[in-house]
């Protein structure tokens, strides 16, 4: 059973063109929401943690926000070098306690 | 700022042979994990350990597979006779407050 989908898999956006990455998830108590970059052969980078519906942060030109059933990364006028592939995982309070979830990620390419 | 390093970021290896992946978390975590990620696809959870224990593992996480904290700074993954499905990319991640990934083994089975 999924318990994270992330949308759409792949976004190819105009540089300065904003917009939204969609995470749902399923979990039985959500203990954390993580946003992560990954460039290609590398590790996972952490951008946010999000706890609690309505919650929000920012970081430069993105922006991630959280409801009961999703959370969003908004990217404003973005740059060529904000291009990788980006994952969201939640930890579920009623599973064993320490495992992440992982969505399979969107790869979002920025063309100049 | 302090990272997580692994060692090494490449491995070959023959079918059946054993290969031990390292990892050194970052210095003030409690929590250590090892992740695999298959050309393509997603981060695959395998293995959680805390205070020198497994905590949690993966179906993944067979018997092939063992983890060891060996000193007070290195974290290692053995699996024990490799298969060609094992070929992956294997992450190892530490947490404090925040999960932090180090830079990746990629292994290679033939």
């Known amino acids: 059973e999924d318990q994270v989908t992330q949308s759409p898999e792949a976004l190819r956006l105009q540089e300065g063109e904003s917009s939204s990455l969609n995470c749902s998830y399923t979990?039985?108590?959500?203990?954390?929401l993580f946003w992560y970059r990954q460039d290609p052969g590398k590790g996972p980078e952490f951008l946010f943690t999000l706890y609690s519906a309505g919650e929000e942060k920012e970081k430069e030109r993105l922006k991630a926000t959280l409801t009961k059933k999703e959370s969003f990364l908004h990217i404003t006028a973005p740059k060529p070098e904000d291009s990788a592939t980006y994952l969201c995982?939640?930890?579920?309070?009623?599973?064993?306690?320490?495992?992440?979830?992982f969505g399979t990620g969107t790869s979002l390419t920025v063309i100049p | 700022e302090p990272e997580v390093t692994q060692t090494p970021s490449h491995q070959v290896t023959q079918m059946g042979q054993e290969v031990i992946l390292r990892c050194v978390p970052i210095?003030?975590?409690?929590?250590f994990y090892w992740y695999r990620q298959i050309l393509g696809q997603k981060v695959e959870f395998l293995v959680s350990?805390?205070?020198?224990?497994?905590?949690?593992k993966s179906e993944i996480f067979d018997d092939q597979f063992s983890v060891e904290r060996p000193d007070g700074s290195n974290f290692t993954l053995k699996i024990r006779s490799t298969k060609l499905e094992d070929s992956a990319m294997y992450f190892c991640?530490?947490?404090?407050?925040?999960?932090?990934f180090g830079p990746g083994t990629r292994l290679l089975v033939l």
């Open positions: 350990f805390y205070n020198n224990e497994i905590s949690e």
């Open positions: 995982a939640v930890r579920d309070s009623l599973r064993a306690g320490n495992q992440f979830y």
């Open positions: 991640a530490s947490r404090g407050e925040t999960q932090y």
């Open positions: 979990v039985s108590g959500l203990r954390g």
């Open positions: 210095s003030n975590h409690l929590y």
